[in-house]
């Protein structure tokens, strides 16, 4: 997964981090490195703190994340690159503001499309650490089946209630 969404990274790092006069040249895949891996450890940490909720709430969603989430997700793409490349925080800022909304919405987009393989539910709660049981949680909070099933009704059903309210 982590090689997945270094690639979803890179293909939306553009203006915000390839193209950002604020940003040397030589440090273009240093942060875009440390944006992934901040994305990735924020995930990895919602997990393995059993927060299923929001991140189940992220695929059911098609990528539009909890304000909760959201708020980690910024705060530690912000918080590596001011520490780890000295970026500034209205630079880091704006990365992060540009770049998660983006890959995190293509991250669900492509794991909840069965014709895309380069990343599915279970890979990637396996790749944040979570087991057989996390997966199993997190498919039903999307299917709405509680059988362990992947049909993606519930996925169906939540956004069809959003047009109802």
């Keep these: 997964m982590l090689e997945n969404l270094l690639k979803l990274v890179q293909e939306n790092a553009g203006d915000a981090i390839i193209n950002n006069p604020a940003i040397p040249n030589e440090q273009n895949q240093a942060a875009i490195e440390t944006t992934t891996s901040s994305i990735f450890e924020t995930l990895k940490n919602e997990?393995?703190?059993?927060?299923?909720?929001?991140?189940?709430?992220l695929f059911a969603n098609n990528g539009n994340a909890t304000d909760a989430l959201t708020g980690n997700l910024n705060a530690d793409v912000v918080s590596n690159l001011m520490t780890k490349l000295g970026i500034n925080n209205e630079v880091a800022t704006g990365i992060a503001a540009s770049i998660i909304p983006t890959v995190i919405g293509k991250l669900a987009s492509k794991a909840n499309d069965p014709n895309?393989?380069?990343?599915d539910l279970n890979g990637i709660v396996n790749s944040l650490g979570g087991n057989g049981s996390t997966m199993?949680?997190?498919?039903?909070m999307l299917d709405g089946q509680k059988d362990g099933q992947t049909n993606y009704g519930g996925i169906i059903d939540t956004v069809k209630g959003f047009f109802s309210k």
């Design 116 to 119: 895309d393989s380069s990343f």
């Design 136 to 140: 199993t949680s997190i498919i039903d």
């Design 47 to 57: 997990v393995n703190s059993g927060n299923l909720a929001d991140l189940g709430s």
